[in-house]
């Protein structure tokens, strides 16, 4: 049974920082994309950062650009999200996923086949 655990969510003061991680279990993913959604009452999911197999692809979404760093540990099976400079609109339930597929690169929701369970994250301003 694969499971992507999410931790490191929390409450933080707008300009303040969070780690959030991502360890997978049941399968390894060290050739799959990874990537962080997340989600906020009403709107759709959208993905904030994606990272290939090799770590030399990277996607941002352009309101986290330069703010947000997506790094993979294969080792560990375990994505990170470093988020910096946070603001309160950067609050939602962020969500871990890995794409099922070999070798692929995506930021698309719908190409994600395997999702954790969402951690918080609030930003106080």
């Known amino acids: 049974q694969v499971q992507l655990v999410e931790s490191g969510g929390g409450l933080v003061q707008a300009g303040g920082s969070l780690r959030l991680s991502c360890a997978a279990s049941?399968?390894?993913?060290?050739?799959?994309?990874m990537g962080w959604f997340r989600q906020v009452p009403g709107k759709e999911r959208e993905c904030v950062a994606a990272?290939?197999?090799?770590?030399?692809?990277?996607y941002y979404a352009d309101s986290v650009k330069g703010r947000f760093t997506i790094s993979r540990d294969n080792a560990k099976n375990t994505v990170y999200l470093q988020m910096s400079s946070l603001k309160p609109e950067d609050t939602a339930v962020y969500y871990c996923?890995?794409?099922?597929?070999?070798?692929?690169?995506?930021?698309?929701?719908?190409?994600?086949?395997?999702w954790g369970q969402g951690t918080q994250v609030t930003v106080s301003s």
């Open positions: 996923a890995a794409s099922a597929s070999f070798y692929t690169f995506s930021s698309r929701a719908h190409e994600f086949n395997y």
């Open positions: 049941g399968r390894t993913f060290s050739r799959n994309a």
């Open positions: 990272i290939g197999w090799s770590a030399r692809s990277t």
